[in-house]
């Protein structure tokens, strides 16, 4: 009972937390932190655990995206059908280019999903404008039909929505972590020839954690989609590919309640910076090379082992990142 | 398809064919030697265009612009190398790849700072077209095609006559027993930094004619540069020429087959490739992770 309750209490504890910030943040801000620790997530996962870096996470959040804007525009009014054709758009498009994509060494895979961002940007914006309508995007807030229990069109129930998905996300991958699946997502990221050796697959295991993390992010595209009623190719521009990262390192890579600090921290950042002035790239981009300049813990990973020995009185737990094993480790 | 077309077509694709191997080339050198991908190259890409605009503008002269640009990208690249990839270059490639893609935003700040977001046009420098088979050709494009190869011989000439250019090559082997020869690795750092830098501001000036010079440029050609580097393997030279060609090619004549190809095609190439052969056309299997 008490180990179970250990197990639970952050995520009862940071949830809460989220729950009452409701009361006294404006409903907007903690609705897009929500999406967006959701949309983390899963490259949280990819970068921490399994040791890919993506910057293609946009093209993902846009197939999520679009696949719930065109079944709300073109063809239905059910808002939970819509995300949930999201969410299946997401796992066949990364079914379709995960086999392609995991074999590659990481820093190929990097390059080659930026381009795949890319191209996701140019095809909505043009290639498919026939459909997309272009920049201007498709509108569809008014075609969204209020559904029984919980009205998705209504912002104070879409939060509580998102909020229960986001719980829900977040238990999938506290139970990833724990499962012998995640040790081994560990593994083949620490010594992917030793982990050959015992006998399992690194392309199978890889691919697995691809399309994971990959249908976590459509899912927020596809929330994305319904909560603003519009989708415009904005959502996959080059240029925010680098958002999911930054939130990443922001809150701590692999950690479990990084994404939630760092979605929570960049949001605020950026509203508070954007008011006070309009050139808030250049701040992004300096406060990133900040970051990884002095070191590449982030917030929660800052704060975990301090945290761990005030509650529980006892030692930090083994740091599971070694970033001397990637066979480059021995150079200078 | 009308030969006139087909022509003009290819001539365009090995112009920009060029301006995509001077691009990649600091990505290739970069990753090569010191283990870094570097992202930022796309923001001396726009530095160099943004200087050759203000040049030409004050001076009148467009090639006195684009020597001021190779020189200004030369000498930010060499500031963010001290200030900046200084510290990470013993981290993992991750790192640098998150880094620079900061400083790229962040100079995209500061470029809009000072220019503000309205695209601006560069003049062409000579107005000559040049008569190939019953087809006008600017002349221009002649030139910047001309540019790259020549860059590809002295960088030939550098890496296999020199000492230095020499110490670059054994480093992309094997960095320690060069430092073991005791060259001054980190030194060779900086020069290989700079020259990719100001080859990417070359490539920025030269392309500014062409195009309209916008804060997001750096962003635009991001996905082909990318592309180029992969399909010629990283790290590889005469890789990245080839392919810088191919790409090129693949980008102009598929654009007059069917106009949104021109985004498209370049990415079933690359992925085709990489299903051949994993590591690109020259990239060397040896190089870890």
């Known amino acids: ?332 | 398809m009308d030969a006139q077309l087909l022509i003009s077509g290819v001539i365009f694709g090995l112009s920009i064919g060029s301006i995509f191997f001077l691009m990649a080339i600091g990505l290739s050198l970069c990753f090569g030697l010191m283990r870094i991908i570097s992202l930022d190259q796309m923001l001396y890409y726009s530095i160099g265009a943004y200087v050759t605009y203000s040049l030409s503008l004050v001076t009148g002269s467009v090639w006195l612009g684009i020597l001021g640009g190779l020189v200004a990208s030369g000498i930010a690249a060499f500031a963010v190398e001290r200030l900046v990839f200084r510290r990470i270059y013993e981290r993992e490639l991750t790192f640098s790849m998150i880094t620079s893609f900061g400083i790229l935003i962040c100079g995209i700040g500061v470029i809009k700072f000072f220019w503000g977001v309205v695209p601006r046009p560069v003049p062409m420098p000579i107005e000559v077209q040049i008569g190939i088979l019953g087809t006008d050709v600017p002349a221009y494009r002649f030139i910047v095609v001309g540019v790259a190869i020549l860059v590809y011989l002295g960088l030939w000439l550098f890496l296999n006559r020199t000492i230095a250019g020499k110490a670059i090559r054994a480093g992309i082997e094997d960095v320690e027993h060069v430092e073991g020869l005791g060259i001054n690795v980190s030194r060779l750092f900086t020069i290989t930094f700079i020259i990719a830098g100001s080859l990417s501001g070359l490539a920025g000036g030269l392309h500014a004619p062409l195009i309209m010079v916008d804060p997001m440029m750096g962003l635009e050609v991001l996905a082909f540069v990318f592309m180029v580097v992969i399909i010629g393997g990283l790290g590889s030279i005469k890789g990245t020429l080839i392919s810088a060609f191919i790409v090129g090619q693949v980008v102009s004549v598929g654009s007059l087959i069917y106009a949104p190809l021109a985004q498209m095609a370049p990415f079933a190439v690359m992925l085709l490739i990489l299903l051949i052969k994993p590591t690109g056309l020259y990239g060397s299997a040896l190089l870890k992770r």
């Open chain 1, 1 to 332: 009972m008490m180990k179970a309750f250990q197990w639970w209490w952050g995520l009862l504890l940071a949830f809460s937390l989220l729950a009452l910030s409701r009361v006294f943040l404006p409903l907007p801000f903690v609705i897009e932190v929500v999406i967006f620790s959701i949309y983390t997530m899963g490259c949280s996962f990819l970068l921490g655990r399994v040791g890919f870096i993506s910057f293609g996470q946009p093209a993902y959040l846009a197939v999520g995206a679009y696949a719930t804007a065109s079944y709300l525009f073109y063809f239905g009014t059910n808002p939970y059908i819509g995300i949930l054709l999201g969410v299946l758009a997401g796992l066949t498009i990364s079914f379709i280019v995960g086999p392609l994509f995991v074999r590659l060494r990481s820093d190929y895979f990097a390059m080659v999903n930026l381009a795949l961002a890319v191209i996701v940007f140019y095809l909505t914006q043009k290639v498919l404008a026939g459909i997309t309508h272009g920049d201007n995007g498709l509108w569809f807030l008014t075609t969204i039909a209020s559904t029984p229990v919980l009205d998705l069109s209504r912002p104070s129930d879409f939060f509580i929505f998102a909020f229960m998905v986001a719980l829900a996300v977040w238990a999938f991958y506290k139970y990833l972590d724990d499962s012998v699946y995640g040790a081994c997502c560990l593994a083949t990221k620490i010594n992917e020839d030793k982990f050959k050796f015992l006998g399992y697959s690194n392309f199978n295991i890889r691919l697995l954690a691809f399309v994971i993390a990959n249908t976590t992010t459509a899912l927020a595209g596809a929330m994305y989609a319904v909560y603003l009623g519009f989708v415009s190719p904005e959502i996959s521009s080059p240029s925010r590919a680098a958002d999911p990262v930054i939130v990443t390192i922001l809150g701590g890579a692999g950690t479990l309640y990084g994404p939630i600090f760092g979605a929570f921290a960049y949001t605020g950042m950026k509203d508070v910076i954007s008011k006070l002035i309009g050139n808030w790239e250049l701040l992004i981009g300096f406060f990133l090379v900040l970051i990884m300049l002095a070191g590449e813990k982030g917030i929660w990973g800052t704060l975990q082992p301090w945290l761990e020995k005030r509650l529980f009185r006892k030692a930090p737990a083994l740091k599971t990142t070694d970033t001397s094993t990637d066979g480059r480790g021995a150079r200078r």
